[in-house]
């Protein structure tokens, strides 16, 4: 038999499992599509991005050891190369951010 006592705390709760289950529900409806268009997008960023660092070496290096340029801006190229490529890690920490159920 239940009195007053033991039934208010269950009361209480209530509206607090219905505010949590309504966040999870809205959660999950706005991380699944954002999720699902950012791994359908990272073969093509991880192609552009890792395109843009090699060849910004390559190009770094050629115009440093090939042509001798001497105006060439060796270490703001060969930066913002490996910048480009570095721009993955912020990438991927979304998609993980986004793929992840809160509980």
Request: proline share 8%.
């Amino acid at each position: 038999m239940q009195t007053a006592a033991t039934e208010a705390p269950s009361r209480r709760l209530l509206p607090v499992a219905l505010a949590r289950a309504a966040l999870l529900v809205l959660w999950t409806a706005i991380r699944l599509p954002i999720v699902t268009l950012l791994v359908i997008l990272e073969p093509f960023v991880t192609t552009i991005l890792m395109g843009i660092a090699m060849l910004g070496v390559l190009m770094c290096l050629f115009n440093r050891f090939l042509l001798h340029e001497p105006h060439f801006p060796f270490w703001m190229g060969l930066g913002l190369s490996i910048g480009s490529g570095m721009l993955l890690l912020p990438y991927y920490t979304l998609i993980r951010l986004f793929a992840t159920r809160f509980p």
